[in-house]
Nanobody, 116 residues
């Protein structure tokens, strides 16, 4: 079955950096675009970044452009999100996502807390 497992979250000071990872299994990872979303307390889940199947095309929410970088390793079925210059308002649970023919799948999420 499809599995997405996020890791790398934690507590970071404003202006700091974190690198999130999402290990995927149960589907042919290399042929599907992958995405990162986040959900802050009391808010709806929002798109953060996406990457094409071959890693050549990426897109970002306006709020993270220039600070976040999405990448993928198709040999190891993993997608990453490098987050720099983090802001307190980016405190959220970050989720990995894939849309397959059978539906959309989500990981369990990883908590990112930006606070001094």
């Amino acid at each position: 079955q499809v599995s997405l497992v996020e890791s790398g979250g934690g507590l970071v000071q404003p202006g700091g950096s974190l690198r999130l990872s999402c290990a995927a299994s149960g589907f042919t990872f290399r042929i599907y675009p992958m995405n990162w979303y986040r959900q802050a307390p009391g808010k709806e889940r929002e798109f953060v970044a996406g990457i094409g199947s071959d890693g050549r095309s990426t897109n970002y929410a306006d709020s993270v452009k220039g600070r976040f970088t999405i990448s993928r390793d198709n040999a190891n079925n993993t997608v990453y999100l490098q987050m720099n210059s983090l802001k307190p308002e980016e405190t959220a649970v970050y989720y990995c996502n894939v849309r397959l023919i059978s539906g959309r799948y989500w990981g369990q999420g990883t908590q990112v807390t930006v606070s001094s």
